[in-house]
């Protein structure tokens, strides 16, 4: 088991505190050990490639249908000997059947127009007994995570799903409640061994801080080159000077971040849902 002091290590400086307890999930319900075989899709930058090779003696294999992010990941972690990253589609894996101890959907699902047949190539994948780890956005959602699109669903039914004010709608198909999710990864053959909701208590407009304005401000190197290496989810051993405009801005959500627990009763309001599914034996 990968000691939580890592964990924390890893994601002291994360802004998101939603992320942060994705992060803290996934380890959880993947156990990395041994030279356990992972698959991570979609990879994005590669940023739980980089966590699970910080910590792990794991082969990892990341995959993501956006070329852009596939040659970002490559950049920063294609020297390492036991990562690998593709192009690959969740419809459409180029792996051999049974071949992975482990696969993370994480923030995948309700992206895709048909989930149940992404899950069941995820099944294709796994190896009888492997692990499934599944996260997506709440549809029952705390109203200060994402204020516009709450108020916009409460009266008039509707929310806006592209743009810098999408909030936890950006580009997605749907959110889900948990019923749904786990019946979607029941569909697909997984049994369901664990369900968490996570990420109760936040700080107010949290998702539009940080994806509205904080990434595109980052993303567009105007940041002092101090802030961006604070900011850098790929950075682990650079802290910042106390007074750092991202270290105190951490500080500030992490105030509000303490009051959640590792998982919170299903009917309450929060911002992920998280599942681990497992392959039946033969």
């Known amino acids: 088991m990968v000691d939580p002091d890592s964990i924390e290590y890893m994601t002291r400086n994360e802004a998101d505190m939603a992320f942060k307890r994705r992060v803290k999930t996934i380890f959880d319900f993947v156990n990395p050990h041994g030279e356990m075989r992972i698959l991570d899709l979609p990879c994005g930058r590669g940023f739980y490639l980089n966590m699970f090779q910080y910590v792990s003696n794991c082969e990892l294999v990341g995959a993501d249908l956006d070329w852009r992010v596939v040659k970002t990941a490559r950049q920063v972690l294609g020297h390492l000997a036991k990562v690998h990253i593709h192009h690959a589609s969740i419809y459409s894996m180029p792996y051999p059947r049974d071949c992975f101890d482990a696969v993370i959907l994480s923030e995948i699902i309700e992206h895709i127009d048909d989930d149940i047949r992404g899950l069941k190539e995820a099944y294709r994948v796994l190896k009888p007994g492997g692990v499934l780890v ?147 034996n033969a």
């Open 134 to 280: 599944v996260t997506v956005p709440n549809a029952n959602y705390p109203f200060w995570w994402d204020p516009i699109n709450k108020t916009l669903e409460r009266l008039l039914n509707r929310h806006i799903q592209r743009g810098p004010l999408a909030g936890i709608w950006a580009n997605h198909v749907r959110l889900y409640t948990p019923g749904e999710l786990r019946a979607s990864v029941e569909e697909a053959g997984f049994e369901v061994e664990e369900e968490r909701a996570m990420t109760r208590h936040c700080f107010p407009f949290s998702h539009n801080l940080v994806y509205g304005f904080g990434k595109p401000l980052l993303e567009s190197g105007i940041l002092s080159k101090s802030m961006q290496s604070v900011a850098d989810r790929h950075d682990f051993d650079t802290n910042g000077a106390r007074l750092n405009p991202i270290k105190l801005g951490v500080a500030l959500f992490n105030a509000f971040d303490r009051k959640n627990g590792a998982s919170e009763p299903p009917e309450i309001a929060t911002v992920n849902l998280a599942l681990k599914g497992r392959k039946p």
